[in-house]
């Protein structure tokens, strides 16, 4: 019984082939890099730190290495299409199978570094008050369970090939309407969060004249990360989904078109950097985070070959669960 394959459609075959090489090839770079490091934290909270023992921004944290795992896995078959040419599997399983993951893992880190940023928030300027980030678990799961039905619209495969609004019908345009409100709030909301956040945190820091800033310091420090991963990885590739939009809806010159369509999706290649990225956030995030992955995995860059006293005896540390929730 022959196999059939179903031919991409025009908007899906990429113009540039040399081009999507070169985006395939820093996708590859990516995968290389980022996969040994995911997987170094990922040990790190399950067998060092025992997440689900300590803080809330360790879970948080926890899902956050889960969500960028998840995306790694797509690299090297999305790099494959581009190699072959194409900006999207010609078989609309795989294809509808890379989208969900891919855009599931976007809504996710979103999702997550957000709340890691309330939670300090909430931390730092409003300590008196009820603070429903401590209920970590229960919010994790809410999240990913939310995350499920906003992700089912990406999956269509006319998302990929950026053909929305392009000879529709008026059932299309609804779906289209639906699938780009999930794509744009799912950043503009975020990014209005933190952005609220991050200008309070930097508020309280500067009325605070006396007493230890250190705390207050690590706050800024972790929302300014987080805002750098949202202004490096996710902002380019949402405002270039916008010019896309505008050359698809108003008919612009198919050549203004095809080079809209490769910055867009040069840009969402740019956004796979926050699996690299988002190790910065574990480090302003985690007081001792930076020692202890040192101390674990290059003990050799330690100052003067010794652990920290916060955790210098791994071994104590892991049997010891209010030991290490001292450390983070």
């Known amino acids: 019984m022959a196999v059939t394959t179903q031919t991409p459609a025009v908007d899906c075959i990429v113009t540039n082939i040399a081009l999507y090489r070169v985006y395939a090839a820093f996708m590859i770079i990516i995968f290389i890099l980022a996969l040994?490091?995911?997987?170094?934290?990922?040990?790190?909270?399950?067998?060092?730190?025992?997440?689900?023992?300590?803080?809330s921004n360790n879970i948080f944290l926890f899902n956050l290495v889960l969500a960028d795992i998840l995306l790694l896995?797509?690299?090297?078959?999305?790099?494959?299409?581009?190699?072959?040419?194409?900006?999207?599997?010609?078989?609309?399983?795989?294809?509808?199978?890379?989208?969900?993951?891919?855009f599931l893992n976007r809504g996710a880190s979103i999702a997550f570094l957000t709340v890691i940023s309330i939670d300090r928030y909430f931390k730092v300027v409003s300590p008196g008050k009820k603070n429903l980030l401590k209920k970590s678990p229960h919010i994790s799961i809410?999240?990913?369970?939310?995350?499920?039905?906003?992700?089912?619209?990406?999956?269509?495969?006319?998302?990929?090939?950026?053909?929305?609004?392009?000879?529709?019908?008026?059932?299309?345009?609804?779906?289209?309407?639906?699938r780009e409100t999930v794509f744009f709030t799912q950043i503009a909301i975020p990014f209005v969060i933190l952005l609220y956040c991050t200008v309070?945190?930097?508020?309280?820091?500067?009325?605070?004249?006396?007493?230890?800033?250190?705390?207050?310091?690590?706050a800024v420090f972790l929302v300014l990360s987080v805002m750098v991963v949202f202004s490096v990885c996710f902002l380019p590739c949402t405002l270039a989904r916008m010019v896309l939009l505008i050359a698809r809806v108003q008919e612009w010159p198919e050549d203004s078109e095809n080079i809209a369509a490769e910055v867009f999706d040069g840009l969402m290649v740019l956004s796979y950097l926050d699996c690299l990225l988002d190790p910065l956030v574990y480090c302003f995030c985690s007081t001792k985070f930076k020692d202890?992955?040192?101390?674990?995995?290059?003990?050799?860059?330690?100052?003067?070959?010794?652990?920290p006293e916060e955790s210098s005896n791994s071994a104590a540390n892991t049997c010891n669960p209010k030991r290490i929730n001292a450390v983070i």
């Open 36 to 55: 040994p490091l995911n997987a170094s934290v990922l040990h790190l909270f399950i067998f060092k730190l025992k997440f689900w023992k300590s803080n």
């Open 73 to 102: 896995f797509c690299l090297p078959f999305t790099a494959h299409n581009f190699v072959s040419g194409e900006r999207r599997s010609d078989q609309d399983e795989v294809c509808k199978a890379m989208l969900f993951i891919m």
């Open 142 to 178: 809410i999240i990913w369970l939310l995350l499920l039905p906003l992700t089912i619209p990406t999956m269509l495969k006319t998302f990929e090939c950026c053909n929305s609004h392009k000879k529709a019908t008026f059932v299309k345009d609804v779906v289209n309407n639906l």
């Open 200 to 218: 309070c945190i930097v508020h309280r820091l500067r009325k605070k004249t006396v007493g230890d800033k250190t705390k207050l310091r690590r």
């Open 292 to 307: 202890l992955y040192l101390n674990s995995y290059f003990p050799c860059l330690v100052k003067g070959g010794k652990v």
